[in-house]
């Protein structure tokens, strides 16, 4: 009985130490270069929107020009510092100016409700849900 509890509690340690140990980073999404982020978001639009092909080209170069601004604006406010939200947010506002005025009402209407799901799924800081 004694070598059991010892061998769990050797096993819980283990685990324990192995969860602790993870490298930095890790838990955190990976978001990948601009041109796949883009890519990503113009599939999403095509597999749930059904766009066309003139749709796909225009979306995809906002959000590409999106993607790499802001990964500007990142690299500009350096490592662990925020980038400046007023410009993040004018940015966002251009993109979604871009994809609104691309879009048909029908499928404007498609967007808008993903929007408010992907913003009800999206995890919240410090881990809270």
């Known amino acids: 009985m004694k070598k059991y509890f010892l061998t769990f509690i050797l096993f819980v340690s283990m685990v324990t130490i ?52 802001m990964e500007a604006l990142r690299k500009a406010a350096g490592e662990g510092n925020r980038p400046d939200a007023a410009q993040m947010k004018a940015l966002n506002d251009k993109f979604e100016k871009v994809v609104a005025e691309t879009l048909t009402a029908e499928q404007k209407t498609k967007y808008e409700e993903m929007r408010s799901q992907r913003g009800n799924n999206a995890p919240r800081p410090g881990g809270a849900q």
């Open 18 to 69: 192995g969860l602790a140990q993870q490298a930095p980073g890790q838990g955190q999404r990976q978001q990948g270069t601009p041109e796949e982020r883009a890519k990503r978001s113009v599939e999403m639009m095509e597999k749930n929107l059904s766009i066309n092909a003139d749709q796909k080209t225009k979306i995809y170069a906002a959000s590409l020009e999106r993607g790499k601004s």
